[in-house]
């Protein structure tokens, strides 16, 4: 029997797209961040009648701030693509 042979896998990722996915993923996670605490807040608001209208606004900014993140995903996706580069990794949810 022979020897088990080594399946490694390796990625080549060059510095520049190392660079422009980590902006994007930050960028993502911020997006992300700021959703939930629009969302925490027009929460709280609704418990007053007096300021769920403040808290309808932050509802509709969390809501369009939903459709910033797969914004940011094709951006990212274009902006490496561009470099000239294949997709060197399977694609993140980010």
């Avoid at 797209?17 to 969302?39: G, K, P």
């Avoid at 300021?51 to 939903?66: D, E, P, R």
Wanted: without cysteine.
């Amino acid at each position: 029997m022979g020897e088990p042979k080594d399946k490694d896998l390796t990625l080549h990722i060059g510095h520049e797209e190392l660079t422009i996915r980590q902006r994007y993923e930050v960028a993502s996670i911020i997006n992300d961040i700021l959703i939930a605490v629009w969302f925490i807040i027009g929460s709280i608001l609704f418990f007053s009648d007096s300021t769920a209208t403040a808290g309808t606004w932050l509802f509709l900014l969390g809501s369009v701030q939903l459709l910033i993140r797969p914004v940011i995903r094709l951006a990212r996706r274009v902006h490496i693509t561009r470099l000239g580069r294949p997709q060197s990794e399977a694609s993140h949810d980010f």
